[in-house]
């Protein structure tokens, strides 16, 4: 689809644009292969800032939107919360749990808002499916999956 194109990148990793511009030998071999293979596409890459750059900024993060809504359904795992025990009792302890309400979705979640952005409580019987599906968007390791839920 892009080959044989000429187009350009934009990008919000400064260090991306002087790149191509820097001596190979202060490249990593991982660093050299990389931009072999950005250089078959294209050597255009252009800076944008990151508050500037809306599409790339969507498309690099790993939303929960991000998971089917055909798979997820917010407004059961609302209902779930309701009746969940485990929940009833993080309610009561030093936890700090607020409801939140999810406009795309038009939903109201109970979630941890002790971190700077709200993290859904997941009652049980939808995490192994959430997990199922970030998992399977991209699987870095077993590590790196575990922080990338933990962070969200």
Do not use: W
Request: glycine fraction near 2%.
């Amino acid at each position: 689809m892009l080959e044989g194109r000429k187009f350009s990148i934009y990008t919000d990793r400064r260090h991306l644009t002087d790149a191509f511009k820097q001596k190979p030998d202060k490249c990593s071999p991982r660093q050299l292969r990389h931009l072999d293979l950005i250089s078959q596409f294209s050597t255009d890459i252009r800076h944008v800032k990151g508050t500037e750059n809306i599409v790339a900024d969507a498309l690099s993060r790993i939303e929960i939107h991000a998971i089917s809504n055909k798979i997820l359904n917010f407004h059961e795992i609302s209902l779930s919360q309701l009746h969940d025990s485990e929940l009833q009792k993080l309610l009561t302890s030093n936890i700090i749990i607020e409801k939140h309400y999810f406009p795309l979705e038009d939903v109201t979640l109970y979630c941890d808002v002790s971190t700077n952005s709200p993290r859904p409580y997941i009652p049980k019987s939808f995490r192994s499916t959430i997990f199922e599906n970030i998992h399977n968007l991209s699987h870095p390791g077993i590590r790196a999956t575990r922080k990338l839920i933990t962070k969200r």
